[in-house]
């Protein structure tokens, strides 16, 4: 089976399984980066309000020439916006940013901002953010609509009131932290999966595991990580600013390589986990209620 140029979403969308993520680009590295990933032939790039690059992705975009409608376009209402007035305020700004409509809009963080993880507002206010963008997903102006960092009872807890279901959860997910459980149930509740992290914000190219397998198989240590993540199920959305290493994980050069790996390849990257422990790299939502 080849790579899965896209992974299904509701009413017939679909979400390219490689993108560029663009977190800590700023200015024009940022619209550089995009520019640099859409000749490379990426047609899906991942931002955030919090990143504030939403318009250099934007510009990014208008200087490939490639048309904006043709780009799947991410982005996400901070853990700063929860709740209705600030998460229409961060809608609408990201609207104006990104131009209408956006591809996919999500929750970024199940939390609050600067309150008590443990407190029961951050239910209430997460719970606001998303009557918000079901409003905004009704009137056309988020083509999909979905969460990030969300753990399996932050997903039943939605499910149970959504109107519309989320079409994604954007999660951490690489060898050392591989979302087994949550995986699972966003598979049984067709929730597309997001790996964020995939490279381990770099670390994970050191590995000596990851290694290996990248000098058995005649790829890159980049490429055996984003390849395991879409073996996987998940899309991927590896962040560079540099357009030698952008075009060395593009959509078209991970379909080359797509059956590089092996069974056993994949297998020994799945036993990182169990032999050096789980590591994260990035914020833990666990503690939030
Ligand atoms: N939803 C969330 O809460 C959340 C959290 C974290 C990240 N994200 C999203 O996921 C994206 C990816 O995560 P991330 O940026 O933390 O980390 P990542 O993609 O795992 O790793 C990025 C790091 O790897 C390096 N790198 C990239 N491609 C490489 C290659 N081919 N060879 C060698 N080094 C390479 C980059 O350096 P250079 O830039 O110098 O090339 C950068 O330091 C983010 O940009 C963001 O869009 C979302």
């Not at 490689?18 to 990933?37: E, I, Y």
């Not at 009704?138 to 939605?158: D, P, Q, T, W």
């Not at 149930?185 to 597309?192: E, K, Q, V």
């Not at 996987?232 to 050069?253: E, H, N």
Request: net charge neutral.
């Amino acid at each position: 089976m080849p790579l899965p140029p896209t992974l299904p979403l509701p009413a017939g969308l679909a979400l390219p399984s490689v993108g560029l993520g663009t977190f800590r680009l700023r200015g024009a590295d940022a619209s550089g980066a995009v520019a640099a990933a859409l000749e490379a032939g990426y047609r899906h790039i991942d931002t955030a309000s919090i990143y504030k690059n939403e318009g250099e992705v934007a510009a990014g975009i208008a200087a490939s020439g490639v048309p904006r409608r043709e780009v799947f376009v991410t982005s996400k209402v901070s853990p700063y916006q929860q709740g209705e007035a600030a998460a229409t305020a961060a809608c609408k700004a990201s609207l104006a940013a990104l131009g209408r409509p956006i591809d996919l809009m999500l929750v970024h963080w199940p939390g609050v901002a600067r309150q008590d993880a443990a407190a029961p507002g951050n239910a209430d206010a997460r719970r606001q953010t998303w009557r918000v963008l079901e409003r905004y997903h009704r009137e056309g102006a988020f083509r999909a609509i979905g969460v990030s960092n969300y753990e399996v009872r932050h997903l039943a807890e939605l499910l149970s009131y959504a109107e519309v279901a989320p079409a994604v959860n954007q999660v951490e997910c690489h060898p050392r932290w591989q979302q087994r459980e949550l995986r699972a149930f966003c598979s049984d509740h067709s929730i597309a999966v997001v790996a964020y992290c995939s490279l381990g914000s770099g670390a994970l190219l050191q590995d000596p595991t990851v290694q290996a397998v990248a000098a058995s198989t005649g790829v890159t240590p980049a490429q055996a990580l984003l390849l395991w993540g879409l073996r996987r199920g998940c899309a991927v959305i590896p962040k560079s600013a540099d357009p030698r290493r952008i075009a060395d994980v593009s959509p078209a050069r991970l379909a080359q390589l797509w059956d590089r790996l092996t069974d056993d390849h994949l297998a020994a990257l799945d036993a990182l986990e169990a032999e050096q422990g789980q590591c994260k790299y990035a914020w833990d939502p666990s503690g939030i209620a």
